[in-house]
């Protein structure tokens, strides 16, 4: 059996722990990917909820200047000290002392405020939350790969976001992309994620070989809290939108992941099985799990055993959402809410293989592009 509380030794690195195993890895085909005996560590859900405070200022004064019809002011100068600072003493401080290897890193979802001003605010916006996070991978290149936010907003349509979507893929090296499916903030004015007007979105996203993360921004309705309500009902929703639909009929090779543990879909999976029985839907393993995948964004242990006991381990990806949503210790166990791999390594249905899925190899089947980022990146 595999150590798996190895992970937790702040000395911990991939490289230490192979040396001394002697030369057991076996080659990633055609991709360059190394797999090391003792499973690496890829967190699927990380964002940039440290950035520099001129970032955020910027996005301050350029709704302010929307509002009043004028122009934005030019974007400030982020040395490259300032964004070590943001992330030496967060991210990284964590990564290690956790045996994270690698963040897939997006802008802060929260910060995407798709139901702030027009597409062309939000367009500005997204592009420099993206460059910030290419400079982040860039200048940490073994800890972080990028994952993109969409210029999405309330009076664009999905296919508006397709050139961002290729600059981040082409131009700044991103192997994803999260996907709001409600642009205005917790009204859902838009289509469900099944209708054709979302389309040319994920054509594209094939086409690029990059798989989406469902996950809201900002809440603008009061019943809502942003990360406590409305986060869960957008990863719900989506999920019953695509047991109603047939999405994957149509894009047999799209990949989503559905954060936050699947919202409630796995504490009700037998209500969805009922759901589409009814909808004269196939079995869901049919239906959706070739092409749907949830992440371990759960906080605690028996949420954990619940999500590995109900969903099989080929569709779960190790996240953490790292200084995020919910920050600080569980006075019931001394350790952070959010150290969520002390819990997979727990899971009492998990065996080895199942473990090294979830920590490392789901991460690799789902982006399709990351096992080349992560060779591209560290040679």
Known sequence: MADWGLHYDETYQSDRINAAYGDTKASFPTLGYQFPLVPRRHDCHGHYTTAP????????AQLAAAAAGRPAPPYPEITDDEIRESIAAGQLAIQKQRGIDLTLFSP???????????????AAWTRHCNDLIRRVCGLFPRNFVGVAQLPQAVDAAPADCIAELERGVKELGFVGCN???????GHWRGLPITDRSWYPLFEAMVALDVPAMI???????????????????????????????NLFADFPTLKL???????????????????AQQLGRPTLDRHLMSNLFFDTCVYHQPGIDLLTRVIPADNILFATEMLGAVKGADPQTGFNFDDTGRYVAAAPTLDDASRKKIFETNALKVYGRLAAQIARQTT
């Open 53 to 60: 405070a001129a970032h955020e200022g910027w996005r301050a």
């Open 215 to 245: 996950h809201v921004s900002g809440a603008c309705n009061c019943n809502f809290h942003t990360t406590g309500s409305h986060y869960i009902n957008g990863d719900t929703t989506v999920f019953m939108q695509l047991v109603e639909g």
């Open 257 to 275: 992941i559905i954060p936050h543990g699947g919202g409630a879909a796995p504490y009700h999976w037998g209500r969805y099985r009922g759901l």
């Open 108 to 122: 802060k979802a929260s910060a995407m405020g798709h139901h702030l001003g027009d597409h062309a605010t939000s």
């Open 179 to 185: 996907l709001n499916p409600d642009p205005s903030g």
